[in-house]
């Protein structure tokens, strides 16, 4: 199966990053045919450059897309010089590439709200190194709207003066979210939505769905992939979304909208405890073995390490706040889905449906209420995702979201 199979509705954008492999297939082949040395600036015709910036809607595939290009960057596959195509999936260099354990692919990926300077710096000292052993030093960052103007202008320097064999692979929702100074630099990619279909279609290839739930989560999440993949498979998160759905339904009065809005609170937080009780004491625990404190939990540590497990514990609690957000926001999503649904009924409109499986709830809030009421109600929600952006704290946002979903 070809790295590119896992592009669900991408078709453009593969048949681009393929025609980029292939050029920069030969670019390397020709320098080593030649005896080695440093590889030149591709030639002006060249589908291949060193920056990239992929951008499109939160579950697109981004970061799908990005690890597919480094993986056919490092393809070496011998079908390559009978005129194949870069990316077989087959070979070592796809393979490792893929997985994550390829020594030339470093894939970035934070669970914290930013991307600081510090990390960016280690990255770009990274970049300026030769491969170690595949064809290119390929640097994956998903989250590059995450970064800090400062973390920014540090990256800023390494894309204007890549190594020669270095190639930055961005990946970020939309241009705005990246600085201008580095989107200029950089070749522009951007992804859409993927259908319903192919994204059901996938769920029942890859991952072995039944084909009426893969239908049913892939028509939920309007093509998110990820949200898709984990509706279908994680029964927790159907019955999280269930409880979402419900709410409308329970803002009738003030006590009601409180009430629904310490519940989506308290769920958002509960995701994040979880999360901490899988992998905060394990983080813990190996930092305690590693600056050789004393056998278990309570036992001391050496003197001059308490700054180290404080940091720790600082990227914990960093961590957790944006579990929390996702969460929330995961939350405001399937809600803004739930309105969207109530105002294609009203409107008439022939768009198919997200929330089928709550249709009676969609009928009666539709005929209970104006259109104009329904697009503040959305208005209401974006409000809440801004405010959370904003560090509001979390119940407040959402308890003003309650109350303006109850005036309409």
Known sequence: MAVWDDLVGQDRVAAQLSAAARDADALVTAVSEAGGGPVGEPVASSKMTHAWLFTGPPGSGRATVARAFAAALQCVSPDRALGGIPGCGFCD??????????????????DML???????????????????????????MEDADR?????????????????????WLL????????????????RLLTLRTPPVDAVADILVRRDGIDPELAAS???????????????ATDERARARRAAVLKLPLRVDDVGGCLKAAQELVDAAAEDAKQVAEEVDAKETEELRAALGAAAG????????????????????????????????????????????DVLALQLGSQVALANTDVRDALERLASGSKPE??????????????????????LLAVEAMTMALRAG
């Open 373 to 394: 009421r329904t697009l503040r109600r959305i208005e209401a929600i974006t409000a809440c995702r801004q405010a959370l952006d904003s560090n509001v704290a979390p």
């Open 114 to 140: 930013t991307i600081g300077v510090k990390e960016t710096r280690e990255l770009v000292r990274r970049a300026q190194l030769s491969p170690a052993g595949g064809r290119w030093q390929v640097i994956v």
């Open 217 to 231: 989560a892939a028509r939920a999440t309007q093509g998110h992939i990820g949200r898709a993949r984990r509706l």
């Open 297 to 340: 939990t309570g036992g001391r540590l050496p003197r001059g390490t308490a700054g180290a497990m404080k940091d720790l514990q600082d990227r914990q609690k960093r961590r957790a706040t944006r579990t929390q957000r996702d969460s929330l926001d995961l939350a405001l999503t399937d809600l803004t889905a739930f309105y969207r």
């Open 93 to 110: 260099g796809c393979h490792t590439a893929l997985v994550g354990t390829h020594a030339d692919v470093e894939v970035v990926r934070t």
């Open 147 to 167: 970064l800090t103007e400062g973390a920014g202008n540090v990256l800023l320097k390494a894309v204007e003066e890549p190594a020669p064999r270095t190639v």
């Open 171 to 186: 990946c970020a929702p939309s241009l705005e979210d990246v600085l201008p100074t580095i989107r200029s630099r950089c």
